[in-house]
């Protein structure tokens, strides 16, 4: 969904239990009995540790009486166990807790947090219209496994697992093909494109967990 101003974020992440919201991470917005997570500037690290977000969900556990909204600053600083640490929490949030990420890159978010949280984009930053930040090849592979029928897909399957990188290039072209497909229902509305994010989020993450890759290419997106 797209936004006008950041003065309207308040409001919008009062009507949902977690919201990314796709902006400037300078953006300034005000929320009422806000807690912020950034990056420890102490350790001079551009990362938000697994241990960072433990101790700040600890903070959610509190039973409110009144919206209380955690704002992850910028959201994609996670690394992938601080993503999935983060997952559990978000997906059984306490009544008036509203979970806000910040991010510029939407897309270095799990499928599975992105499929699970509303997004927001300011429109006036027109990233719809933006490429994936891949390699070329990596680019036109992704469109590939996005128009694929399932005829074709063996032999794309195939192709890919030829390379000595299989499962790195399955998993980026993977990644690029979501960030396809969201930009490409945000932008027409057409739900034929959110209709083939499941297959594609199913398969990114037996992608990460050492699965099959040619195997998952064709089952999984079938």
């Known amino acids: ?7 309207e974020l308040p409001k919008i ?6 919201s990314i919201f796709v902006i400037p991470k300078e953006s300034k917005f005000k929320l009422p009995s806000a807690l ?3 990056p420890d500037e102490d350790k001079k690290t551009e990362i938000i540790t697994v241990e960072q977000i433990r101790n700040f969900l600890e903070l959610t556990q509190c039973r409110e009486s009144r919206d209380r909204f955690f704002v992850i600053n910028p959201a994609d600083a996670m690394n992938e166990a601080a993503q999935n640490a983060f997952l559990k929490t978000f997906e059984e949030p306490h009544v008036f807790c509203h979970f806000v990420l ?3 890159k939407p897309t270095n978010l799990l499928p599975t947090i992105l499929s699970r949280a509303q997004v927001f984009i300011l429109r006036q930053q027109n990233r719809l219209n933006n490429p994936p930040a891949v390699k070329p090849k990596t680019l036109e ?6 128009a694929a029928t399932p005829r074709d897909l063996p032999a794309l399957a195939a192709e890919i697992a030829k390379s000595k990188t299989a499962r790195s290039l399955a998993t980026d072209a993977c990644t690029a093909a979501i960030e396809l497909l969201y930009k490409s229902y ?3 509305g057409n739900s034929k494109f959110l209709a083939k994010l499941p297959n594609f989020i199913h398969l990114h993450q037996n992608l990460q967990q050492n699965g099959h890759v040619k195997l998952h290419i064709v089952a999984d997106l079938c």
Do not use: R
């Open 186 to 188: 945000f932008k027409t």
């Open 36 to 38: 912020y997570l950034t």
């Open 141 to 146: 592979l992704a469109k590939k496994l996005i």
């Open 1 to 7: 969904m797209f936004f006008d101003k950041i003065t």
């Open 102 to 104: 910040i991010t510029e």
């Open 13 to 18: 992440a009062q009507k949902t239990s977690c």
